[in-house]
Structures are given as C-alpha cells and as structure tokens.
C-alpha cells in the first residue's frame, strides 16, 4: 500500500445535490462543509439559484464554490453538471447526495406517475451521481460518498412520507452497501445517513411547536432534528479520517429506531 493511499490533496471540493432550499439539509452541509475548508459544488433545479448560493457561499467563507442547475432524475443532465463542477473546481474528494421528494400519498392512492417520480428521484438520481463522480475518484483513488436514507426504510414508513419514499430510501440502503463493496479498492467508501424527524419543509413545512413535542415523545432526546445535526454527521463520514468506516447507515434520529 502506498504512503499517499487514503490521503486527501491539499484542495478538495465536496458535491452537494439538493443543496439550495434555505430549510433544507443540502443548504445546512454546504454551510457546514465551506466553514470547514471545503470548496464546495452545487447542484440542484434551479441554474441561477445554484449560482446565486455558491456566490455567496465563496464570499462568506472565502472557498471555492460553483453551482450548476441539473434534474437529478435524468441522468445525462447530472452528468454535464458533475462535468461541469470538475472543470470549475479542485479535485472531487466527496459527495452527499441530499436531493429528495417526500410523498404523503398512501399505498392503496399511489399512481405510476407518483412512484416513478419519486423512485427516480430519491434512488435513480443517487446513483447517477454516483456513478459520474465515482469514475473521477476511482482515478484519484480517493472518496468519501454520503447518501441520504431514512428512518421510514427501516420502520417501514410511520413518517410524513409513504411507502413509494419508503421503498426508494430503503432502496438507499442496498446502493450504499453494493457501491461501498465495489469501490473499497480504490480508497473510496460509502455510507447512508438515516434520519429521524427533522425540522424542514419535507415534513410538511415547517413544524408547529405542537408537531414537535408530539415527534419528540418516540425519541430518547428531548428534542426533533435540525439540519445542522445531519450536515455535521455528514462532515464526520467525509472526512479523511474515517476511512474504515464504509457500508454503514448511520441512525441520526434521536434514538427513534435502534436496532
């Protein structure tokens, strides 16, 4: 094994999708990621919004940023944006996959139309990014990729979303594992995050008081989630040093479901 395996370059940028909604987790890591040190690629709807962010994202903590509008559910439009994030910015060390739907709609009313929408999204997309950023890392032989599960693949939904999201999230989980086993060789892992209920509008908009206190009474912890608890466990599974950890889904859920 040679000295540089597993090492980080001295510049490296981390690609967050579905990183522009203000309450959203992709905003809460792109924040807490540039306040680290690291520069920082953008991808989500909106071209101009993308832009707008990583603007401002450089000015606030003097890194690196550019943005790029993609659909996350079409796989040739990510690849450009990956392409083009690449040109723009040093070496693509990490990607946290936090582009998502939620889906309120229940199983016996759920169409083609709604599942497809939200299997593509929430499972297709993750792997197109995955896959156009995992043949620039398997060359550099260094990784660090994060997807965003759920805690409604492991209790079989009893959450805001259901099953189409459900499956899709669990559907996650099997990705993280398959793409950790298959990429390991080459200094990359890949880990899921699940979390419990969090404080942004994919619940549902913004939760009343009452909404949380009433979540808060299946958790071990007196309190729901904020982005910045899932953004700050996404900055631990990038990091260079925790490289022997790979194939994980790490609970960020208050002690809602332990197993």
């Known amino acids: 094994m040679s000295e540089t395996a597993g090492k980080f370059p001295a510049e490296r940028t981390a690609i967050i999708t579905g990183a522009v909604s203000e309450r959203g987790i992709g905003r809460a890591t792109v924040n807490y990621l540039a306040e680290n040190g690291w520069n920082i690629g953008i991808i989500d709807l909106d071209d101009a919004a993308c832009k707008s962010v990583a603007a401002a994202v450089a000015a606030e903590f003097g890194v690196k940023a550019h943005g790029v509008g993609a659909n996350i559910g079409d796989e040739a439009s990510v690849r450009k944006a990956i392409d083009e994030l690449e040109a723009e910015l040093p070496q693509i060390v990490a990607l ?4 998502g739907v939620s889906s309120p709609v229940g199983y ?7 599942w497809n929408r939200v299997l593509n999204i929430n499972l297709n997309g993750v792997h197109y990014a ?12 260094i990784g660090r990729i994060v997807n965003i599960s759920s805690v ?11 099953t189409a999201y459900s499956v899709a999230k669990a559907g996650v989980i099997g990705l993280t594992r398959s793409t950790a086993r298959e990429l390991g060789p080459f200094d990359i892992t890949v880990n899921a995050i699940s979390p419990g209920p969090i ?12 909404r949380k206190d009433e979540l808060t009474q299946d958790l071990v912890v007196n309190r729901v989630g904020t982005t910045r608890d899932i953004a700050a466990a996404i900055h631990f599974l990038i990091s260079e040093d925790t490289g022997y950890i790979s194939g994980q889904t790490l609970n960020v859920d208050g002690g809602l479901y332990m197993h």
Request: aromatic fraction near 2%; charged fraction near 25%; glycine fraction near 10%.
């Open 199 to 210: 404080d942004t509008d994919i619940m549902g908009g913004t939760l009343s008081q009452e």
């Open 130 to 141: 995955t896959r156009r950023v995992a043949e620039s890392m398997v060359k550099n032989h």
């Open 108 to 114: 016996l009313e759920v169409t083609p139309e709604e």
């Open 96 to 99: 946290a996959n936090v582009a």
């Open 152 to 162: 409604s693949a492991q209790r079989g939904g009893g959450t805001f979303s259901k």
